[in-house]
């Protein structure tokens, strides 16, 4: 079952990666963008990590494609005129492919299989979240706002 | 409440510093509401002092340390603290108070200033920075402290910045303390390397207590030492005494917060509060440490004495006798006198910002004149700036029995004449003494009696803001000596923490005697010389090169511009010409080499290879083409350049492993 | 369930998908994409490398994750903002255009 | 039966299935039922029968809609995105039917059991954004487009305060788990005074808060704006007809009821009963009762305010909504952190009380909104 849900998973998620990396309507890429962070999520819960699953979909499909969405329509007028496809992208992403698959398939260490494991709960979460990683949290907390802040202030109209 | 108090001691200094940045906020235009927050901030400062001062009387040695942990790193952590004891809480109440009545006058005196509201936050920064220092249990609290206290003395000695005397007075302040404080930094690291704790009381383990101490063993002396030019620096003592005298260029109610009650007083303080470190390895109370601070104290009290008798603006004699008053403070600190050194900072913290702020009265009411010459006759025009100036001068020049400042100094006195090293220090100081009542009688006489000159033409009484904080000093200043009589020592008592018993037997002294015949040929022989003196002085008549001497700071500062500064300045110079020249030169040689060899490669080019050129510009020209186009400014060729490196990393790491 | 290498390599296709989105398309909301395909693909190393690890595991690698998402968000509000921003300013928002940066 | 022999995946898959049935009977018949009692409801309240033609008291009539809707034509726009303008529907009819998944119905009747379950309930509330701006998108319209972007900001708007009013409640439970949060609202004082979060000062705000960030959310009247017919024709739905528009129509439904059990669960005690000795009654039937008043204030509320204007409706939002949510989690720290009792209830009152009257007094609302003053049209 759970090889061909993974099957499953990877194929819908490296297609529309690959969708969203090629498509030539802009709207479509953002879209199949969506769907890959579905399918990323799928993964997630695949492999017991709920949470982050639901949080991704949370911020990458309520936020992140949502603000991608309204990008492309603030420049709309280019969006349809900006095309062409740079070749040489490609060799150097099959490259590192490769360079990667080579790197992964000569590692021996990496071919195990999962043992059973306690799914990791909010709560748990939650707790790590308030004491271990509790300077992170803040840090991450500036770092939002001022990622808010600065986002408005770059958006902000010019005045000529 | 007092518990509370004690527990929260660094609410005081916090008070006056909300009130400097809440002013700062308000910005230019809340002038009333700028002095109110900054009264009101010291009056918190103030109550909470006192506050904190109540159950400092109740148990004998009361002392409570807050220590908490700033920072780890690795296995170190630094810690650093709050402490309340007798020497700290006199303190914050002295400062908080004598603050007070400064700030109070200030609303007075800088009413016409256009920055008056800044003027106050750095009142009260300086304020709330001078109250940290005198709590910090740590010496690296204390330096933060003594830096800020440093910045805002900079900052209200140059605070009319549009004076050029006044901003060069700033810089020099700044400056000249921080050669006291490199060595009073480098002092504090010595002693964490000696000691690894810089906390000073730490339940046995700090560096003052008895653990500490131990292990700072022979090099204790150079640390103390160390620690003294921070003192040197801050307190102006021979040779870094310099900056003082030029920090009059600030408004009058700076000088008497930095000169007269706070700022001058933290070296004094900071000896009395690491005083445990100059007495490690003391036989009969006397170290090698001590006995430099003794000669230091000795030399700045008797120089600064003989200078301010040869000066004309009414600030800079206060000035001088501020400097002579510290090196008295000194000489007790170092002969062994603590507590009297501490007593007689206190009550100098009275009397001289009375001083300094009759001072301030006197030149607002001449309309902003600093010469006394131009002075005279103001007693009637000012009665009471005269009469509270009359109980600051007789205090200062050490008249017994109702001024505490004659207590003070007949302490300071008994305890030098037992020091057993030397009876000179001694001796020195009572020709000091003598002199203090002389430069006082001279610098009253000018001021004050006699007929009217330019200046006193049109003078006219301050108003009652001002008056009011004089009348209260002018109080303490006598009040205080109740505490201090040594028929009833409960300041000293108090101080090194043994109940106080009244005996008045104790009352008369014989070598209170010495003291009063002093003062008196000081007061006499003043009266005597000055009383002609119309607008101009008898010793400069009779002996000018003398005087002129005098006039002129003993020339310290030209010694200084001919030795240090110019040596400086013949290093900035050396440095400049191995710039320009050797340097420079190199580079020029180098460039001459590739010049030569450019002609040589272009001499080949024209007539060797001449049939090649061609071909090998068009090589360069393409290769240059291609590089430029590596550098599109395209941000995807950059990105792709990245993943091809990060590419050959990872084919690296796996080849590797 | 299948082995960790077979997941990494998924997650190295999905980095490299990225990687082409980034390099290839002209628009510069593609860049963006690509990036945020990239962190997508490394935060599932992140959970994989904690989902192999010899149990009990400490969750640092769903701790990073969350982190990493957080940070991804910060990053694509203020990219977009940034791609906006140079539309007004260029009136475009092709990459090739924009090379100021040209040495 | 067969059961034990049965392989693991075959009884998941059959259990998920008879869940997903169960809940699409229920609520496509409840959303048969609402859609027609909205409408005599709001005849009522206008003084009309509503309809009553079709079968017994009219009750037939949402048959006779669905007939009509399936036979119409099914308009493309030619230059539309087909297959944008196609999965909009689709997606946001998933996404409200998915986020129905997670509410506990009675006692242990939840359907799918997440640990993280209202995250979940969000993470998918918040796809629906996406698929409104692809139904205004995929339409090629300017009123499509106009209306998913007013939606989309008002719904993102309204996401905060909708997701920080449930904070406080997650607090105090300690836990995302839905059931959890019904089970830490079981208990009675007395026997009749139920410790529902929405008795606690921070809890009835919290409550109100999140009933109007849900009306928006679900595009009721008064917030409606994204739909307006005087104004932009029927918004992102302006293009769809036929089918796919009575997708829409069910969707924003069925959103409504998702919204409304997640309060229910949240605030009003989900399946308890309000006084301990009614218990016995039915666990769901008690949940579908309150589930039924909250649409019922739905319904009357469309049919006694007018709709808001859109700045009005961002102002509020960011201005009032938003502070007072962030007052809520405050309060409820305060309640938690005095005991509990009687002590935390009034502290936590007060410190509603005092950050209300403050934004009162900075919003001035006098002069917010004040009659509109026309520049260019006099």
């Given at each position: 079952?759970?090889?061909?849900?993974?099957?499953?998973?990877?194929?819908?998620?490296?297609?529309?990666?690959?969708?969203?990396?090629?498509?030539?309507?802009?709207?479509?890429?953002?879209?199949?963008?969506?769907?890959?962070?579905?399918?990323?999520?799928?993964?997630?819960?695949?492999?017991?990590?709920?949470?982050i699953g639901l949080v991704q979909i949370f911020v990458y499909i309520g936020a992140v494609a949502v603000l991608i969405v309204f990008t492309i329509l603030l420049t709309r007028h280019d969006a349809e005129k900006v095309r062409g496809f740079n070749w040489s992208g490609v060799i150097v992403a099959v490259a590192v492919f490769a360079g990667l698959g080579w790197a992964i398939s000569k590692t021996k260490s990496l071919s195990i299989v999962p043992q059973q494991i306690q799914p990791v709960t909010v709560q748990r979460i939650g707790e790590l979240l308030m004491t271990n990683y509790v300077w992170p949290l803040l840090?991450?907390?500036?770092?939002?706002?001022?990622?808010?802040?600065?986002?408005?202030?770059?958006?902000?109209?010019?005045?000529? | 409440?007092?518990?509370?108090?004690?527990?929260?001691?660094?609410?005081?200094?916090?008070?006056?510093?909300?009130?400097?940045?809440?002013?700062?906020?308000?910005?230019?235009?809340?002038?009333?509401?700028?002095?109110?927050?900054?009264?009101?901030?010291?009056?918190?400062?103030?109550?909470?002092?006192?506050?904190?001062?109540?159950?400092?009387?109740?148990?004998?040695?009361?002392?409570?340390?807050?220590n908490f942990t700033w920072f780890t790193f690795g296995e170190q952590t630094l810690r650093i603290g709050f402490v309340l004891d007798p020497l700290a809480a006199a303190m914050l109440v002295m400062i908080s108070l004598v603050g007070l009545c400064i700030f109070i006058f200030s609303v007075g005196y800088m009413a016409e200033d256009k920055n008056f509201s800044r003027f106050f936050a750095y009142l009260s920064f300086f304020s709330g920075a001078m109250l940290g220092v005198v709590i910090a249990n740590s010496l690296v609290l204390l330096f933060v402290f003594w830096e800020l206290v440093g910045l805002a003395s900079?900052?209200?000695?140059?605070?009319?910045?549009?004076?050029?005397?006044?901003?060069?007075?700033?810089?020099?302040?700044?400056?000249?303390?921080?050669?006291?404080?490199?060595?009073?930094?480098?002092?504090?690291?010595?002693?964490?390397?000696?000691?690894?704790?810089?906390?000073?009381?730490?339940?046995?383990?700090?560096?003052?207590?008895?653990?500490?101490?131990?292990?700072?063993?022979?090099?204790?002396?150079?640390?103390?030492?160390?620690?003294?030019?921070?003192?040197?620096?801050?307190?102006?003592?021979?040779?870094?005494?310099?900056?003082?005298?030029?920090?009059?260029?600030?408004?009058?109610?700076?000088?008497?917060?930095?000169?007269?009650?706070?700022?001058?007083?933290?070296?004094?303080?900071?000896?009395?509060?690491?005083?445990?470190?100059?007495?490690?390895?003391?036989?009969?109370?006397?170290?090698?440490?001590?006995?430099?601070?003794?000669?230091?104290?000795?030399?700045?009290?008797?120089?600064?004495?003989?200078?301010?008798?040869?000066?004309?603006?009414?600030?800079?004699?206060?000035?001088?006798?501020?400097?002579?008053?510290?090196?008295?403070?000194?000489?007790?600190?170092?002969?062994?006198?603590?507590?009297?050194?501490?007593?007689?900072?206190?009550?100098?913290?009275?009397?001289?910002?009375?001083?300094?702020?009759?001072?301030?009265?006197?030149?607002?009411?001449?309309?902003?004149?600093?010469?006394?010459?131009?002075?005279?006759?103001?007693?009637?025009?000012?009665?009471?700036?005269?009469?509270?100036?009359?109980?600051?001068?007789?205090?200062?020049?050490?008249?017994?029995?109702?001024?505490?400042?004659?207590?003070?100094?007949?302490?300071?006195?008994?305890?030098?004449?037992?020091?057993?090293?030397?009876?000179?220090?001694?001796?020195?100081?009572?020709?000091?003494?003598?002199?203090?009542?002389?430069?006082?009688?001279?610098?009253?006489?000018?001021?004050?009696?006699?007929?009217?000159?330019?200046?006193?033409?049109?003078?006219?009484?301050?108003?009652?803001?001002?008056?009011?904080?004089?009348?209260?000093?002018?109080?303490?200043?006598?009040?205080?000596?109740?505490?201090?009589?040594?028929?009833?020592?409960?300041?000293?008592?108090?101080?090194?923490?043994?109940?106080?018993?009244?005996?008045?037997?104790?009352?008369?002294?014989?070598?209170?005697?010495?003291?009063?015949?002093?003062?008196?040929?000081?007061?006499?022989?003043?009266?005597?010389?000055?009383?002609?003196?119309?607008?101009?002085?008898?010793?400069?008549?009779?002996?000018?090169?003398?005087?002129?001497?005098?006039?002129?700071?003993?020339?310290?500062?030209?010694?200084?511009?001919?030795?240090?500064?110019?040596?400086?300045?013949?290093?900035?110079?050396?440095?400049?010409?191995?710039?320009?020249?050797?340097?420079?030169?190199?580079?020029?040689?180098?460039?001459?080499?590739?010049?030569?060899?450019?002609?040589?490669?272009?001499?080949?080019?024209?007539?060797?290879?001449?049939?090649?050129?061609?071909?090998?510009?068009?090589?360069?020209?393409?290769?240059?083409?291609?590089?430029?186009?590596?550098?599109?400014?395209?941000?995807?060729?950059?990105?792709?350049?990245?993943?091809?490196?990060?590419?050959?990393?990872?084919?690296?790491?796996?080849?590797?492993? | 369930?299948?082995?960790?290498?077979?997941?990494?390599?998924?997650?190295?296709?999905?980095?490299?998908?990225?990687?082409?989105?980034?390099?290839?398309?002209?628009?510069?909301?593609?860049?963006?994409?690509?990036?945020?395909?990239?962190?997508?693909?490394?935060?599932?190393?992140?959970?994989?490398?904690?989902?192999?690890?010899?149990?009990?595991?400490?969750?640092?690698?769903?701790?990073?994750?969350?982190?990493?998402?957080?940070?991804?968000?910060?990053?694509?509000?203020?990219?977009?903002?940034?791609?906006?921003?140079?539309?007004?300013?260029?009136?475009?928002?092709?990459?090739?255009?924009?090379?100021?940066?040209?040495? | 039966?067969?059961?034990?022999?049965?392989?693991?995946?075959?009884?998941?898959?059959?259990?998920?299935?008879?869940?997903?049935?169960?809940?699409?009977?229920?609520?496509?018949?409840?959303?048969?039922?609402?859609?027609?009692?909205?409408?005599?409801?709001?005849?009522?309240?206008?003084?009309?029968?509503?309809?009553?033609?079709?079968?017994?008291?009219?009750?037939?009539?949402?048959?006779?809609?669905?007939?009509?809707?399936?036979?119409?034509?099914?308009?493309?726009?030619?230059?539309?995105?087909?297959?944008?303008?196609?999965?909009?529907?689709?997606?946001?009819?998933?996404?409200?039917?998915?986020?129905?998944?997670?509410?506990?119905?009675?006692?242990?009747?939840?359907?799918?059991?997440?640990?993280?379950?209202?995250?979940?309930?969000?993470?998918?509330?918040?796809?629906?954004?996406?698929?409104?701006?692809?139904?205004?998108?995929?339409?090629?319209?300017?009123?499509?487009?106009?209306?998913?972007?007013?939606?989309?900001?008002?719904?993102?708007?309204?996401?905060?305060?909708?997701?920080?009013?449930?904070?406080?409640?997650?607090?105090?439970?300690?836990?995302?788990?839905?059931?959890?949060?019904?089970?830490?609202?079981?208990?009675?004082?007395?026997?009749?005074?139920?410790?529902?979060?929405?008795?606690?000062?921070?809890?009835?705000?919290?409550?109100?808060?999140?009933?109007?960030?849900?009306?928006?959310?679900?595009?009721?009247?008064?917030?409606?704006?994204?739909?307006?017919?005087?104004?932009?024709?029927?918004?992102?739905?302006?293009?769809?007809?036929?089918?796919?528009?009575?997708?829409?129509?069910?969707?924003?439904?069925?959103?409504?009821?998702?919204?409304?059990?997640?309060?229910?669960?949240?605030?009003?005690?989900?399946?308890?009963?309000?006084?301990?000795?009614?218990?016995?009654?039915?666990?769901?039937?008690?949940?579908?009762?309150?589930?039924?008043?909250?649409?019922?204030?739905?319904?009357?509320?469309?049919?006694?305010?007018?709709?808001?204007?859109?700045?009005?409706?961002?102002?509020?939002?960011?201005?009032?909504?938003?502070?007072?949510?962030?007052?809520?989690?405050?309060?409820?720290?305060?309640?938690?952190?005095?005991?509990?009792?009687?002590?935390?209830?009034?502290?936590?009152?007060?410190?509603?009380?005092?950050?209300?009257?403050?934004?009162?007094?900075?919003?001035?609302?006098?002069?917010?909104?004040?009659?509109?003053?026309?520049?260019?049209?006099?």
């Open positions: 079952m759970s090889t061909v849900a993974f099957a499953a998973i990877a194929i819908l998620t490296l297609a529309a990666a690959l969708a969203a990396a090629t498509l030539q309507k802009l709207m479509h890429a953002a879209l199949s963008f969506a769907v890959m962070f579905v399918g990323i999520s799928a993964f997630f819960f695949l492999l017991g990590a709920e949470f840090c991450v907390g500036v770092l939002l706002t001022v990622a808010l802040i600065g986002a408005l202030i770059l958006v902000m109209e010019e005045k000529s | 409440m007092n518990s509370w108090i004690t527990t929260n001691v660094w609410l005081i200094p916090a008070a006056p510093i909300l009130a400097a940045l809440l002013i700062l906020a308000l910005g230019k235009a809340a002038r009333r509401q700028g002095a109110a927050y900054a009264v009101i901030g010291q009056l918190v400062a103030l109550t909470m002092s006192i506050f904190a001062f109540v159950p400092t009387l109740h148990s004998h040695g009361f002392r409570s340390v807050q900079y900052l209200l000695i140059g605070f009319w910045i549009e004076r050029p005397s006044a901003a060069a007075a700033a810089k020099k302040a700044f400056i000249t303390m921080r050669i006291g404080d490199m060595g009073f930094f480098l002092g504090i690291l010595w002693l964490y390397h000696r000691s690894g704790t810089l906390l000073f009381y730490d339940g046995g383990q700090g560096c003052l207590e008895n653990v500490g101490l131990l292990t700072l063993g022979a090099s204790a002396t150079f640390i103390a030492l160390l620690i003294f030019c921070g003192a040197v620096g801050k307190s102006g003592q021979f040779p870094l005494h310099v900056w003082l005298p030029d920090a009059m260029e600030g408004p009058t109610p700076v000088s008497a917060l930095i000169h007269a009650a706070t700022m001058v007083a933290a070296g004094v303080f900071l000896v009395a509060r690491v005083y445990p470190i100059f007495l490690v390895g003391a036989i009969n109370g006397v170290t090698p440490s001590l006995t430099v601070v003794v000669w230091i104290g000795v030399v700045t009290g008797l120089m600064a004495a003989l200078i301010a008798v040869a000066q004309f603006d009414i600030k800079r004699i206060l000035a001088y006798s501020t400097v002579s008053q510290l090196g008295l403070m000194m000489v007790s600190l170092g002969v062994g006198g603590v507590a009297a050194g501490i007593m007689h900072l206190l009550a100098h913290g009275f009397f001289k910002a009375l001083l300094f702020l009759g001072a301030g009265s006197v030149i607002h009411g001449c309309h902003h004149e600093q010469d006394i010459r131009k002075m005279g006759g103001l007693c009637r025009l000012m009665p009471v700036t005269f009469s509270t100036y009359a109980i600051g001068m007789m205090a200062l020049s050490g008249v017994p029995f109702f001024f505490s400042g004659g207590w003070t100094k007949e302490e300071i006195l008994h305890a030098t004449a037992q020091w057993p090293r030397s009876h000179m220090p001694y001796y020195l100081m009572l020709v000091g003494v003598f002199l203090t009542a002389l430069y006082m009688t001279r610098q009253i006489i000018f001021v004050f009696f006699g007929n009217r000159r330019a200046a006193s033409e049109h003078a006219h009484e301050s108003p009652s803001v001002m008056t009011l904080p004089l009348i209260v000093l002018a109080v303490c200043a006598i009040l205080f000596s109740v505490v201090l009589t040594p028929a009833w020592r409960w300041l000293e008592n108090y101080l090194t923490g043994h109940p106080a018993r009244f005996d008045p037997h104790l009352l008369i002294q014989p070598m209170i005697i010495v003291s009063l015949a002093l003062v008196g040929a000081g007061a006499s022989l003043g009266i005597w010389m000055y009383r002609r003196a119309a607008g101009s002085d008898p010793i400069q008549q009779v002996q000018p090169a003398l005087f002129r001497f005098l006039e002129n700071k003993m020339w310290i500062d030209e010694i200084y511009d001919r030795t240090v500064i110019a040596l400086a300045a013949i290093a900035a110079r050396f440095s400049d010409w191995m710039d320009r020249y050797v340097w420079d030169g190199l580079v020029r040689g180098v460039g001459a080499i590739g010049h030569f060899f450019a002609r040589l490669t272009s001499d080949a080019d024209e007539r060797v290879i001449n049939a090649g050129v061609d071909e090998g510009t068009v090589g360069a020209h393409g290769f240059g083409r291609l590089m430029s186009r590596r550098h599109s400014g395209q941000i995807q060729t950059y990105l792709g350049a990245l993943a091809l490196g990060m590419l050959a990393l990872v084919l690296l790491y796996a080849w590797l492993g | 369930m299948p082995t960790l290498s077979i997941l990494l390599v998924v997650s190295a296709a999905l980095f490299c998908i990225g990687l082409l989105a980034a390099l290839s398309r002209r628009h510069a909301i593609f860049i963006l994409i690509g990036i945020e395909m990239m962190l997508a693909a490394a935060n599932l190393n992140f959970i994989a490398f904690w989902r192999f690890a010899p149990q009990p595991a400490q969750p640092t690698g769903v701790m990073v994750a969350i982190f990493a998402i957080a940070i991804a968000a910060a990053e694509a509000a203020v990219g977009l903002a940034m791609v906006i921003a140079v539309y007004r300013h260029f009136r475009t928002t092709n990459v090739d255009q924009l090379d100021h940066l040209k040495g | 039966m067969l059961s034990g022999r049965a392989p693991d995946w075959v009884i998941q898959a059959a259990s998920s299935l008879l869940n997903i049935v169960a809940l699409l009977g229920v609520f496509l018949t409840l959303f048969a039922l609402i859609s027609v009692l909205e409408r005599k409801i709001l005849g009522r309240m206008q003084n009309r029968y509503g309809p009553n033609r079709v079968g017994p008291f009219g009750l037939f009539q949402p048959v006779a809609d669905g007939i009509k809707m399936l036979i119409k034509e099914d308009i493309v726009p030619a230059r539309a995105d087909k297959i944008v303008h196609f999965l909009a529907p689709v997606l946001i009819a998933a996404t409200a039917i998915l986020s129905l998944g997670v509410i506990p119905y009675g006692r242990n009747m939840t359907p799918f059991i997440i640990d993280g379950g209202i995250l979940f309930f969000f993470a998918v509330g918040s796809t629906t954004e996406l698929a409104v701006f692809m139904a205004g998108w995929g339409s090629n319209n300017k009123f499509s487009m106009l209306g998913a972007m007013r939606a989309i900001a008002q719904m993102i708007s309204y996401e905060l305060p909708l997701i920080i009013t449930v904070l406080p409640v997650v607090m105090i439970v300690g836990s995302l788990n839905p059931d959890k949060i019904v089970a830490g609202q079981s208990n009675y004082s007395l026997g009749v005074v139920p410790h529902w979060f929405v008795f606690t000062p921070w809890g009835a705000v919290a409550f109100v808060l999140f009933f109007v960030s849900g009306l928006v959310e679900s595009n009721r009247t008064p917030f409606d704006v994204p739909e307006g017919e005087s104004e932009i024709v029927a918004g992102h739905m302006t293009e769809y007809s036929g089918f796919k528009y009575a997708t829409f129509f069910m969707a924003e439904y069925i959103g409504m009821f998702a919204i409304s059990g997640l309060g229910v669960t949240l605030f009003l005690g989900g399946w308890h009963a309000p006084i301990h000795f009614l218990e016995f009654i039915p666990s769901y039937v008690w949940f579908f009762v309150k589930l039924s008043i909250l649409l019922f204030v739905y319904i009357w509320l469309r049919g006694t305010l007018p709709r808001t204007r859109v700045d009005q409706i961002m102002n509020f939002a960011w201005k009032f909504m938003l502070p007072m949510a962030f007052t809520c989690v405050i309060a409820a720290a305060v309640w938690h952190y005095i005991g509990r009792g009687l002590r935390g209830w009034l502290w936590s009152l007060a410190v509603i009380a005092v950050v209300y009257f403050t934004l009162s007094i900075l919003l001035d609302s006098r002069r917010k909104f004040a009659p509109r003053t026309y520049r260019f049209a006099e």
